[in-house]
């Protein structure tokens, strides 16, 4: 059973636009929603992360909406760059330094 | 202050063979990971350890096993190693003030 399911797999926008990744998770114990950055090559890298005590959280470009009646969270980026081109996971855990599962990815590519 | 290391970068084995993938971190965290990353597949976890001198199954231990030497390093293991492991696999360690989770930057493994 997936715990986290991540759409769209890809995704392509033009520059500027506004990429939007969509998460939804059964387990309602989970209480910390991380997303990560990928680049080829690299490992993931802490991009932004919420507990679910707020709707939404906000750095730079990047911004986490939390619908916890839902079990839904999306991660989106505004005026999306060509350098933001990566593969992005959510993830989710319980508790602190707890496992942390994470969704399939979604592969963005940023048209210049 | 290294963060997560990995060891060696890249390995081919020969179907039977064993080996030991390498992690250590010097961020004095209590939790260390071991994940698994095939196309399409996300990040899978294989086993972690929440502190020193525990270990637990993730969602695909079969085939590994793992060793929590000490507070810094953390092994996995391959004891008999099967095409179906060929992967790129990754370590990571979480904790301080913000719950932080930082991957090392991967093994490419290849068996034959």
């Known amino acids: 059973q997936q715990q986290v399911k991540q759409s769209p797999q890809s995704l392509i926008v033009q520059k500027g636009g506004i990429s939007i990744i969509n998460c939804a998770y059964e387990?309602?114990?989970?209480?910390?929603f991380p997303w990560y950055q990928q680049f080829p090559g690299k490992g993931p890298a802490l991009l932004i992360a919420i507990r679910p005590d707020v709707s939404e959280k906000k750095e730079g470009r990047f911004t986490i909406s939390f619908n916890k009646s839902a079990k839904q969270f999306s991660l989106h980026i505004m005026d999306s760059q060509p350098g933001d081109s990566a593969t992005y996971f959510c993830?989710?855990?319980?508790?602190?330094?707890?496992?942390?599962?994470f969704g399939k990815g979604t592969r963005l590519h940023i048209l210049p | 202050n290294a963060g997560v290391t990995q060891t060696p970068k890249f390995q081919v084995l020969k179907t039977g063979q064993s080996m030991t993938l390498q992690c250590a971190q010097d961020m004095n965290h209590n939790s260390m990971y071991w994940y698994r990353q095939d196309p399409g597949m996300g990040l899978r976890l294989i086993y972690y350890s929440a502190s020193e001198g525990t270990t637990d199954k993730g969602e695909v231990p079969n085939g590994y096993n793992v060793s929590r030497l000490n507070k810094r390093e953390f092994s996995l293991r391959l004891e008999s190693a099967a095409p179906s492991q060929t992967s790129v696999y990754f370590c990571?360690?979480?904790?301080?003030?913000?719950?932080?989770?930082?991957f090392g930057p991967g093994t490419r493994l290849t068996v034959l």
């Open positions: 387990n309602t114990a989970f209480d910390y």
């Open positions: 990571a360690s979480r904790g301080g003030t913000a719950d932080t989770q930082y």
């Open positions: 993830a989710a855990s319980k508790g602190w330094y707890d496992k942390i599962i």
